[in-house]
């Protein structure tokens, strides 16, 4: 019984990780409407608004395919103190791609909202 559960708590867990890393993006970009943000402050807004733990290993990596990608647009920002912070926003293909994932996302949450028990 216990190689069961463990095996299924296994299961669950790469089944998460799976998860999160198909919606990192998703959930970034949305934090990213309307606003613009660095690095360390966007990574303390997904902790407020979700129960996901992302490092900055992940992260930025992502930006910088996002950014690649034409979706975030990114700036320098010098500080009266310290280094100067690279903040980051939505582009306009941004926003027209963030609006796509948000009809994609409604449609499989009703699917999904439909077959669960």
Not at 48 to 64: F, I
Not at 83 to 89: G, Q, S
Request: charge should be neutral.
């Amino acid at each position: 019984m216990y190689y069961i559960c463990r095996m299924n708590t296994e299961f669950v867990q790469n089944w998460f990780s799976q998860v999160k890393k198909g919606t990192l993006s998703y959930i970034i970009l949305n934090i990213l409407d309307g606003k613009e943000y660095y690095g360390y402050e966007l990574v303390q807004e997904i902790k407020t608004h979700t129960t996901l733990e992302v490092a900055e290993g992940t992260l930025y990596p992502l930006l910088n395919r996002l950014k690649t990608e034409g979706i975030v647009e990114s700036k320098w920002v010098e500080q009266d103190s310290g280094i100067p912070r690279k903040y980051y926003t939505l582009s306009k293909d941004g926003k027209a791609t963030l609006d796509e994932m948000k009809k994609i996302w409604s449609a499989l949450e009703t699917a999904i909202n439909k077959i669960q028990k």
